[in-house]
């Protein structure tokens, strides 16, 4: 989920991750509950959630988790979800593949590995749940090819923009999120040592964010050069020059 001080918006991947959950509660009957860690204005965007259709939301907020790395995030996120197996099993963990500000794709195969239960990464379908004998059947959409993986529940499940298209809010439900109460658990509720979240708890931290330097580019004129012959030995010429590609 991206903050910041006027707004808050779901992350694009997480609201795919949102829409699939709901839509299994629709066809299986799962109970669906979004949880986010940030600062106390992103209690907004769980209220979208709520409006959308989940059944419950929590909050994970406090100074102690703030400078988390994706280590200590995943640490906070995965003690919560313990907390909320405790009372209702725990089918899945659905997540987005990845933030759209960092980008790491780290957080999902995290709690996953904390919960020791199967991870299914860059999942576009669900194809399958069997809800008695607690499996379920994703495909997973890699560069060149499509794998079908069968998996026991529980299982973490990092899902792609193409598994879905997002749905929109009613206006009742939406005035029924703005008067719904949202959990905010601390780290009074959680209890987690101060040496596994927030900063101390971090193993990476960002020393410096910038633009990589890159040549300028260079635009080959199609019209002005009449031999396509000509223009495609121009172009290797300047690929080879670079070491963009080898001739070797």
């Not at 709901?22 to 106390?40: N, Q, T």
């Not at 995965?78 to 197996?85: D, G, K, Q």
């Amino acid at each position: 989920m991206r903050i910041n001080k006027y707004f808050s918006i779901i992350n694009p991947f997480d609201a795919h991750a949102l829409e699939e959950a709901l839509r299994l509660k629709e066809r299986y009957g799962f109970k669906v509950v979004a949880l986010s860690m940030g600062p106390p204005g992103a209690e907004m965007t769980l209220r979208k959630a709520l409006a959308l259709g989940a059944d419950d939301v929590v909050l994970l907020s406090d100074r102690a988790f703030g400078g988390a790395d994706t280590l200590a995030t995943s640490m906070v996120l995965t003690s919560a979800i313990r907390m909320l197996a405790e009372t209702d099993e725990l089918a899945m963990v659905i997540c987005g593949k990845q933030t759209i500000d960092g980008d790491t794709a780290q957080v999902g195969p995290g709690i996953a590995t904390r919960l020791k239960c199967a991870q299914l990464t860059s999942v576009d379908r669900i194809e399958s749940v069997d809800v008695e004998h607690k499996r379920i059947r994703v495909r997973c959409k890699f560069e060149e090819r499509y794998e079908v993986l069968d998996s026991s529940l529980p299982a973490m499940i990092a899902v792609l923009r193409e598994i879905n298209r997002p749905r929109y809010p009613s206006v009742p439900m939406r005035l029924m999120s703005l008067d719904a109460r949202v959990k905010t658990w601390d780290n009074g509720v959680l209890k987690l040592s101060e040496n596994v979240i927030g900063l101390k708890g971090s193993a990476t931290s960002v020393r410096r964010i910038f633009s990589p330097d890159r040549p300028p580019g260079q635009i080959l004129d199609g019209e002005s050069i009449a031999d396509p012959d000509e223009a495609a030995r121009m172009l290797l010429e300047k690929l080879v020059g670079r070491n963009v590609i080898s001739t070797q």
